[in-house]
T-cell receptor, first 115, second 109 residues
Framework: DTGVSQDPRHKITKRGQNVTFRCDPI?????LYWYRQTLGQGPEFLTY????????KSRLLSDRFSAERPKGSFSTLEIQRTEQGDSAMYLC?????????????FGNGTRLTVT | DAKTTQPTSMDCAEGRAANLPCNHS???????VYWYRQIHSQGPQYIIH???NNETNEMASLIITEDRKSSTLILPHATLRDTAVYYC??????????FGAGTRLTVKP
């Protein structure tokens, strides 16, 4: 079990730049989630894919954010024109086929710092 | 998903059982109770989940009251590595998992 992998682990960027994060879920998992976590808070849901279809997006996911999962395997989360308020940990999770109660397995996140 | 209430923080002595409570009085009949924990600088780690019956795995035990309005996560022999934030979540399916602030458990030597 290689677990959920996220790349990069850390990203520092200047305000206004675009950034892209990658998530590789557990290989047999068909559901993939993105969350954002700021200091001292619990993770906040951003979006969810089942296979390649993006089925739900949070209001937190502004127009500057876009997520894709082109072949139903890995996923990317892009933030355009970054703002200092985007500084956070971005977490990816996946869950398997079968019951909707199957637990989520999280990666260790990408920490974004916007200067 | 059900609203959950957890204490902000708790301490536990190393080697003793850690009992973490969670109130979920609005939980509906088909909503599961999930527990996750998050150690600093890591992603949340799944611990256990249950619907009605008590559950046990290699990490912990989950005791759910008969009326399902509350539950307790039990770490039988807490170690320093169990120091983390513990989240209790009540929901029907994991497409809608929302985390609260959780309980910060500190295991002390």
């Amino acid at each position: 079990d290689t677990g959920v992998s996220q790349d990069p682990r850390h990203k520092i960027t200047k305000r206004g730049q675009n950034v892209t994060f990658r998530c590789d879920p557990i290989s047999e998992h068909n559901r993939l989630y993105w969350y954002r976590q700021t200091l001292g808070q619990g993770p906040e849901f951003l979006t969810y894919f089942q296979n390649e279809a993006q089925l739900e997006k949070s209001r937190l996911l502004s127009d500057r954010f876009s997520a894709e999962r082109p072949k139903g395997s890995f996923s990317t989360l892009e933030i355009q024109r970054t703002e200092q308020g985007d500084s956070a940990m971005y977490l990816c999770a996946s869950s398997g086929m079968g019951r909707l109660s199957s637990p989520l397995h999280f990666g260790n996140g990408t920490r974004l710092t916007v200067t | 998903d059900a609203k959950t209430t957890q204490p902000t923080s708790m301490d536990c002595a190393e080697g003793r059982a850690a009992n973490l409570p969670c109130n979920h009085s609005t939980i509906s009949g088909n909503e599961y109770v999930y527990w996750y924990r998050q150690i600093h600088s890591q992603g949340p780690q799944y611990i256990i989940h249950g619907l009605k019956n008590n559950e046990t795995n290699e990490m912990a035990s989950l005791i759910i009251t008969e009326d399902r309005k509350s539950s307790t996560l039990i770490l039988p022999h807490a170690t320093l590595r169990d120091t983390a934030v513990y989240y209790c979540i009540g929901l029907y399916n994991n497409n809608d998992m929302r985390f609260g602030a959780g309980t910060r458990l500190t295991v002390k030597p």
